[in-house]
């Protein structure tokens, strides 16, 4: 789960996307819209969710797309994310052994189980499978979509220096176990979607995706009356009132989830189990943004720690660009990256070739 970024002092320039439908974002992350995503018309007909599927997506703010990409698929990412760590899944004390930590906030990301890949092809495979990028389009009903270059989970129980009590607790702000992704007090809220794909199956003991989904139906109505300093990242509300809930997941379902939509992870309290998620969403196209997309590109091309968010780190013993190769992208791909344009016809020979004549970048092939 990718922890807010902290508000910037200076106004951030809003960038138009490149798509029909007028969406507007400084970061590729949060987006201002004429219509919220949970009362927009559809103009595109449905491609991967059913009519009650996109029904559920706006009374509750979730939804789950089953068999996103083959169960086998998600067992190949799950014994890489395994490897990735050098931990042996058959034996758990190599979950807990000592680690470097540079920081507080890398000891956090060891507790909640984030691992510090982005680039891998098992990743982008993912990214760029058809089924995951047509029910993206259906939440946005956009088709010129940007992926998120994000990481993996993979959270054991949490004891030993995976104890989520090592954690310093706080009265507002990030809390991992119920949030919002946006700030929840502002007139006009900005929309913001993110998803996750399963790489095992959810068991009710090893904790995982959890959220509030009555909480969202019934928002407008909760917040009338409450104080005007409330917390705007953190819900407090009766989970009798608004039960939390934690959906059901197999290797391979992909869950896409609206901001406002309060959630989190909750505690792996089994005693040899894992959770384990690839971190995956998809936004309007940020063309116009030339840095953002450069920066997108760099990062793929070169195996980068990205930058949208100041939470991904880098692994802190053998960064990714140590290990292996850059990752080949089809066609959908290249264009779910930045590396080309949305505009440009399709697979005219080199993707490469056409980015370079948008951006001024030396032509070089989609795979390195």
Known sequence: MTMPTPHRSRRPRLHRAASDLPYFSADGESYLAQTTLRE?????????????????????????????????????????????????????????????FRSELDQQLHIYGFVEAYHHQLLWDNRQAQRVYDAFVDVWDCEELWVTQDRLNLNPPNVGNRDRALIEPTDRGFDIDLHWDIDTTLGVPPQRVQGIIALNDTRPESGGFQCNPELFRRFEEWKVGRPADRDPLRPSVDRTEYPVVRPDLHPGDLLIWNGLLAHGVARNISRDQVRAVQYLSMMPALEEHERLRRSRVDSWRHLRTPRWNRTLVGDPVLHESERYPTATLNELGSRLLGLTSWKDAPDTGGAGATAAEQGGEPACAVSV
Do not use: C, M, N
Not at 42 to 64: M, N
Not at 76 to 91: A, E, I, K, V, Y
């Open 40 to 100: 927009l018309k559809k103009s595109r007909p449905l491609r991967v969710l059913s009519e009650e599927d996109f029904a559920h997506w706006q009374t509750y703010g979730y939804v789950i797309v089953r068999e996103a990409i083959p169960a086998e698929a998600a067992k190949r990412l799950l014994d890489f994310t395994w490897d990735f760590q050098g931990l042996d899944p058959d034996r758990p004390d190599s979950w807990y052994e000592d680690r470097p």
